[in-house]
């Protein structure tokens, strides 16, 4: 009959507490809070009580942490860096799975697209053949993220040497300044720090320099 009182109870976000039966029927209205789960909702009259679950999903993407786990990868590797885009709701909520990220670079080259599983979808950058700093985007329903890597030299391959002078006469006290380029397997001028040393069969010739910007 009308006018028993059913009790509304929920473990996660708010219902109201109560409604008085009606033509057969009690209401309340729930709503969901910030935080996502399954919402279990306990409706109580006298000694019945029966249960209804809802399911709290975050919201729509709208911050996206973008990472790489390298800051630098030699140039030709072949073992990619691994970028990892984090997309969070509004309320730092981690986003429901299947929204697809889509990835982009300016250099090398990185996976097109991975969908979120756990508010996570990752791309594999692979370096490429040329030296600079790759700037990697990532974006998804408007929200969007930036990293970058740079992309170095690797070992020294070969030395581009070079000399301002063909010739010099003997005795002469003005030297002559031999250049040497060392590069990679592609091509690139080497990071600093590498020691190259000189020799000559005739002459004298300073013993080594560091390579500075390349020379």
Request: glycine share 12%; proline share 4%; with cysteine.
């Amino acid at each position: 009959s009308d006018g028993y009182l059913v009790s509304f109870e929920a473990d996660l976000g708010n219902v109201t507490s109560g409604d008085v039966v009606e033509g057969g029927v009690a209401e309340a209205q729930f709503l969901p809070g910030t935080i996502p789960g399954v919402a279990t909702v306990v409706a109580k009259c006298g000694s019945a009580t029966a249960e209804i679950y809802i399911k709290v999903v975050a919201a729509a993407p709208a911050v996206m942490n973008l990472t790489s786990d390298c800051s630098e990868v030699v140039a030709g590797s072949s073992d990619p860096c691994t970028v990892v885009a984090r997309l969070y709701d509004a309320d730092g909520n981690a986003v429901a799975d299947g929204f697809e990220v889509k990835f982009e670079t300016d250099l090398g080259t990185i996976t097109s697209s991975d969908t979120t599983e756990g508010g996570v979808a990752e791309a594999q950058f692979y370096p490429g053949k040329a030296v600079g700093t790759a700037t990697i985007e990532a974006s998804c329903e408007g929200v969007s993220g930036q990293v970058t890597v740079d992309v170095i030299a690797g070992e020294p391959s070969s030395i581009d040497l070079s000399c301002d002078c063909s010739e010099i006469t003997v005795g002469s006290t003005t030297p002559c300044t031999i250049t040497a380029r060392p590069e990679d397997q592609y091509g690139n001028a080497v990071s600093d720090g590498y020691l190259v040393s000189f020799e000559a069969d005739l002459g004298n010739v300073t013993s080594g320099d560091v390579v500075e910007g390349g020379v």
